[in-house]
């Protein structure tokens, strides 16, 4: 049988954990918090993030990694992005010697500029045929209802993909195989920057032609950045681009848009932060999301303005006026 651990309880780590032991596979929660591990093994309920969620009875927990980690197949990794690299150090001398690191994060790392798979090899100090990637449009909320859904799971390895599409494909659950982990991670990323865009012009109590604006040419900003580092083109046109960018954009759901929404109304970056219990991850990997396209020289003027709200202290309004006086362009450029 298929062994997996994932790191992290919050919803999205405690949600696949839940898809990967109903598809069969022997799943273990890794978390920090004994409480919520001691929920998760005795009670089948992880009241932190996903109360009143029946989780199977299957599903293991522990809060010592070496024991969550022993003889697993794919060692999947679900805490915020910017701690990764600090986590992932900690647990590297227990990691087995074959198993696949699955990301689930969706952020580029600030400072270096990297994309979480180029963080995993870095610091685990295994080559790219041993990580993969899952992302798409997989709002927890709607998951965890057994709710129909899709997802994308990449790796440069197709025996990879073949191996972790079955460990949790369900008939509610559908796992599609891609070989390009460089867009399939962008999608991801930038579409959070792009979701708190929409987010603020919803706040401002802007209508569906600005949010419908910002969602295309924020897929158009998510392309040029992607055709720039090698990305396939069409990998933004599927589940992990423009599938999860239209959830992340018009659902309640979407943490990211909800972040937005609160600016736009007027609150401080503090307030939102504070009314905000679980990761809006846009809101710190905006910076450097901003800092890779400034390195490869690509325009992303949604990307810059949602940095100025978020960290500058630009205001919404301000924000809109920028964009509205750009001069002209073709609708396709710089791509």
């Known amino acids: 049988m298929t062994k997996a651990v994932v790191f992290g309880t919050g919803s999205w780590g405690t949600t696949f954990a839940m898809i990967l032991a109903e598809a069969g596979t022997s799943t273990t929660l890794w978390g920090r918090r004994a409480e919520v591990v001691e929920a998760i093994a005795r009670r089948h309920e992880n009241p932190e993030y996903l109360p009143g969620v029946a989780l199977p009875p299957s599903l293991r927990a522990t809060t010592d990694p070496a024991e969550a980690m022993e003889g697993a197949d794919f060692v999947v990794l679900a805490v915020p992005s910017q701690t990764l690299r600090g986590n992932l150090a900690a647990w590297r001398p227990h990691l087995p010697d074959h198993a696949v690191l699955v990301s689930l994060m969706k952020g580029i790392e600030l400072r270096t500029s990297k994309r ?11 080559p790219e045929e041993r990580v993969a990637v899952v992302s798409g449009p997989n709002l927890v909320g709607e998951l965890i209802r057994r709710e129909p859904a899709a997802t994308v799971v990449a790796s440069v390895d197709e025996k990879v993909t073949a191996r972790l599409q079955e460990a949790c494909h369900l008939p ?37 032609n600005v949010r419908a604006t910002l969602m295309t040419r924020g897929l158009a900003e998510i ?5 720039a580092l090698g990305a396939d083109p069409h990998t933004f046109a599927g589940l992990a681009g423009m599938g999860d960018l239209v959830a992340s954009c018009t659902s309640p759901l979407s943490r990211n848009r909800t972040f937005g929404e609160n600016l736009g109304r007027g609150m401080t970056l503090a307030e939102t932060i504070a ?4 990761t809006a991850e846009g809101v710190k990997s905006c910076e450097s999301v901003l800092d890779l396209a400034r390195k490869h020289d690509v325009e992303m003027p ?6 100025g709200v978020v960290h500058d202290g630009m205001t919404p309004r301000e924000a809109a006026m920028l964009l509205l006086s750009r001069t002209p362009k073709p609708e396709r450029y710089g791509v």
């Open 116 to 126: 979480m798979s180029e963080v995993i090899c870095e610091v685990a100090g295994v």
């Open 223 to 227: 392309s040029r950045l992607g055709a």
């Open 302 to 307: 949604i990307t810059e303005v949602v940095v």
């Open 275 to 278: 009314a905000t219990r679980q």
């Open 172 to 208: 509610w659950f559908r796992a599609y195989t891609n070989a390009d982990v460089v867009g399939v991670e962008l999608g991801g990323a930038v579409k959070n920057v792009i979701a708190l865009a929409v987010g603020v012009a919803a706040g401002m109590g802007l209508g569906d």
